[in-house]
């Protein structure tokens, strides 16, 4: 999933001062799952905002809507006529879906409320993981289905820096060393032959290095 | 190790003599004074000069320009180079340019990462590993030609060294990347400072019985340390440092105005131990702001050849 989190109380205000109307607007997938952006945190951010305002005397009207995807035009189309009743959006799905609301509503001003972390999994009751940087071209057979590209702080192909001990990463001491990991799971594996021969520079084409990226299904083109 | 390099540290190796190299660390300025004082002290002293990359992640003066001035103070740098600030275009367009001003040997490494150093807001690059690098050069020395196998017009001929940590884990992976180095093209290895002799000792061992030690040079990396302190930070600070306690204990035990003397006695126990082992072609002896000390202790050890 995409993981996100919401952005500080203040900063959110301060970007929502210049109007009177505004809609939250919420996305019912990955930022729900991270408890970042579903139903639930839009109602305890509207509650919060309104609040503020009341505090500080100051007139708001919050509308609160969620919708399943951000992302997807036939779920963005149920927030047209919200969109349309108020004077800016605060979107509180992830970029992509900020993104999209502004590309289809040219003339409504769109706020992101949460900050895009990363894509990754829920670890554990409230911790998440980063595990995935979309590099376009997947190598995790070769690493035994650990991807040091993302989890190695320095991106390394060819084994451990000289900074791995005691299976945790010179970086951050909770953070696992991923070519700890990738070498306790080939052995397990039976391959570590995969990373006993040289590995050769990654090709950053298909990541961002190659400029905005798009994939074109033909057989989905009406 | 069939590299044509003209690198005077290439022929000592290759001529069988056990080298000593020195360490200086450019200034976090860009007065030229500083590095020609700390080449002053290790002239005459050490076979060649390591000049570190922005170490510990901080902006200091460039390894490439210290490595002229190294040169120009008639001594042999080995000029550091980190993947971690530049990508694959600017690494390759330095060691041209390292080439053409005359600098024979170059030490690949990662580089510390840059959260620990003074502007760890930076984005880092990590666009090819140290592995991919020492690759690169073989490439452009022995092939001529760059990453894109563009002929290159004047090759350079670079000595090519690389680092090794038989400190760090997992311990049974160290040999292998070690392996692998030799394979990507190190001509000579230069280790992580030994404080734990155990772990050195099964390191190369097996690295002998790998046969690796007869494929490169090996130098053996030592610091003197200056005060139980100065001990107790690069165990629990210095990313990939391995200080048992009993030389902790040892620093600890003296009077502090003897903790010096003590560091250096450590040291040359270290070295003369080192020289009994089998695989050991030299000393790397990383004095770190220390390089007034380099001179006694090599002299102390009868390093000089």
Same mark, same amino acid.
């Given at each position: 999933?995409?993981?996100?989190e919401?952005?500080?109380?203040?900063?959110?205000i301060?970007?929502?001062?210049p109007?009177?109307?505004? @809609?939250i607007? %919420?996305?019912?997938?990955?930022?729900?799952?991270?408890?970042?952006?579903?139903?639930?945190?839009v109602?305890?951010?509207?509650?919060?905002?309104?609040?503020?305002?009341?505090?500080?005397h100051?007139e708001i009207?919050?509308?609160?809507?969620?919708?399943?995807?951000?992302?997807?035009?036939?779920?963005?189309?149920?927030?047209?006529?919200?969109?349309?009743?108020?004077?800016?959006?605060l979107?509180?799905a992830?970029?992509?879906?900020? +993104?999209?609301?502004?590309k289809?509503?040219?003339?409504?001003?769109v @706020?992101?409320?949460?900050?895009?972390?990363?894509?990754?999994?829920?670890?554990?009751?409230?911790?998440?993981?980063?595990?995935?940087? %979309?590099?376009?071209?997947?190598? @995790?057979?070769?690493?035994?289905?650990?991807?040091?590209?993302?989890?190695?702080?320095?991106?390394? @192909?060819?084994?451990?820096?000289? %900074?791995s001990?005691n299976?945790?990463?010179?970086?951050a001491?909770?953070?696992?060393?991923?070519?700890?990991?990738?070498?306790?799971?080939l052995?397990?594996?039976? +391959?570590?032959?995969?990373?006993?021969?040289?590995?050769?520079?990654?090709?950053?084409?298909?990541?961002t290095?190659?400029?905005?990226?798009?994939?074109?299904?033909e057989?989905?083109?009406? | 190790?069939?590299?044509?390099? !003209?690198?005077?540290?290439?022929?000592?190796?290759?001529?069988?003599?056990?080298?000593?190299?020195?360490?200086?660390?450019? /200034?976090?300025?860009?007065? /030229?004074?500083?590095?020609r004082?700390?080449?002053?002290?290790?002239?005459?002293?050490? =076979?060649?000069v390591?000049?570190? =990359?922005?170490?510990?992640?901080?902006? &200091?003066?460039s390894?490439?320009?210290?490595s002229?001035?190294?040169?120009?103070?008639?001594?042999e740098?080995?000029?550091?180079?980190?993947?971690?600030?530049?990508?694959?275009i600017?690494?390759?367009?330095d060691?041209?340019?390292?080439?053409?001003?005359?600098i024979?040997?170059?030490?690949?490494?990662?580089?510390d990462h840059?959260?620990?150093?003074?502007?760890?807001e930076?984005?880092?690059?990590?666009?090819?590993?140290?592995?991919?690098?020492?690759?690169?050069?073989?490439?452009m020395?022995?092939?001529?030609c760059?990453?894109?196998?563009?002929?290159?017009?004047?090759?350079?001929?670079?000595f090519?060294?690389?680092a090794?940590?038989?400190?760090?884990? /997992?311990? =049974?992976?160290?040999?292998i990347?070690?392996?692998?180095?030799?394979?990507?093209?190190a001509?000579?290895? *230069?280790?992580?400072?030994?404080?734990?002799?155990?772990?050195?000792?099964?390191?190369?061992? *097996?690295?002998?019985?790998?046969?690796?030690?007869?494929k490169?040079?090996?130098?053996?990396?030592?610091?003197?340390?200056?005060s139980a302190?100065?001990?107790?930070?690069?165990?629990?600070?210095?990313?990939?440092?391995?200080?048992?306690?009993?030389?902790?204990?040892?620093?600890a035990?003296? !009077?502090?105005?003897?903790a010096a003397?003590?560091?250096?006695?450590?040291?040359?126990?270290?070295?003369?131990e080192? &020289?009994?082992?089998?695989?050991?072609?030299?000393?790397?002896?990383?004095a770190?702001?220390?390089?007034e000390k380099?001179?006694?202790?090599?002299?102390?050890?009868?390093?000089?050849?």
């Amino acid at each position: 999933m995409i993981v996100g989190e919401q952005k500080p109380i203040a900063e959110i205000i301060k970007s929502i001062q210049p109007y009177r109307k505004i @809609l939250i607007l %919420g996305c019912g997938t990955c930022v729900k799952t991270c408890f970042a952006g579903g139903e639930d945190e839009v109602a305890v951010l509207a509650s919060a905002l309104r609040l503020s305002f009341k505090k500080d005397h100051q007139e708001i009207e919050i509308d609160e809507l969620t919708v399943e995807r951000q992302c997807e035009n036939e779920f963005i189309q149920e927030a047209a006529e919200s969109i349309g009743n108020n004077d800016a959006v605060l979107s509180l799905a992830c970029g992509a879906g900020v +993104q999209a609301i502004a590309k289809r509503f040219a003339t409504s001003p769109v @706020l992101p409320g949460i900050n895009t972390s990363f894509i990754g999994i829920q670890e554990n009751p409230g911790l998440f993981t980063e595990e995935c940087s %979309g590099c376009g071209n997947c190598e @995790l057979a070769t690493f035994g289905g650990i991807c040091p590209i993302t989890r190695c702080s320095k991106k390394l @192909l060819n084994g451990p820096c000289g %900074g791995s001990r005691n299976g945790k990463c010179e970086v951050a001491p909770d953070t696992d060393c991923a070519w700890q990991l990738i070498i306790d799971r080939l052995k397990i594996l039976g +391959q570590l032959d995969n990373i006993r021969s040289y590995i050769p520079p990654k090709d950053w084409r298909p990541s961002t290095s190659g400029g905005p990226r798009k994939l074109v299904r033909e057989d989905h083109i009406i | 190790m069939n590299s044509s390099s !003209p690198s005077n540290l290439q022929q000592l190796l290759s001529d069988g003599k056990f080298v000593v190299t020195g360490e200086c660390g450019p /200034p976090r300025g860009s007065d /030229p004074e500083i590095v020609r004082h700390k080449a002053q002290l290790l002239k005459g002293v050490v =076979d060649a000069v390591n000049v570190t =990359d922005n170490q510990t992640a901080i902006v &200091r003066m460039s390894s490439i320009a210290a490595s002229v001035h190294i040169l120009n103070q008639g001594l042999e740098p080995v000029m550091q180079m980190v993947v971690r600030d530049r990508n694959r275009i600017a690494l390759q367009s330095d060691i041209l340019g390292a080439w053409s001003l005359g600098i024979k040997n170059i030490l690949c490494l990662s580089g510390d990462h840059q959260t620990f150093g003074s502007q760890p807001e930076a984005m880092n690059v990590f666009d090819i590993d140290s592995m991919h690098l020492i690759r690169t050069i073989k490439i452009m020395r022995d092939e001529g030609c760059d990453m894109s196998g563009f002929e290159l017009k004047n090759p350079p001929r670079m000595f090519i060294g690389a680092a090794a940590n038989p400190f760090a884990d /997992p311990f =049974d992976y160290r040999v292998i990347r070690l392996a692998k180095k030799i394979e990507a093209g190190a001509d000579f290895i *230069q280790t992580q400072c030994i404080y734990n002799m155990d772990r050195f000792k099964e390191w190369i061992k *097996q690295s002998n019985e790998e046969g690796l030690t007869e494929k490169v040079h090996i130098l053996a990396g030592v610091t003197p340390l200056k005060s139980a302190g100065m001990a107790r930070y690069m165990k629990n600070k210095v990313a990939g440092m391995d200080i048992p306690d009993s030389v902790i204990d040892r620093m600890a035990g003296v !009077p502090k105005e003897k903790a010096a003397e003590e560091g250096i006695k450590i040291c040359l126990e270290t070295i003369a131990e080192l &020289r009994q082992l089998e695989g050991i072609h030299g000393i790397h002896i990383m004095a770190i702001e220390w390089e007034e000390k380099v001179s006694e202790i090599v002299k102390a050890a009868g390093l000089k050849h």
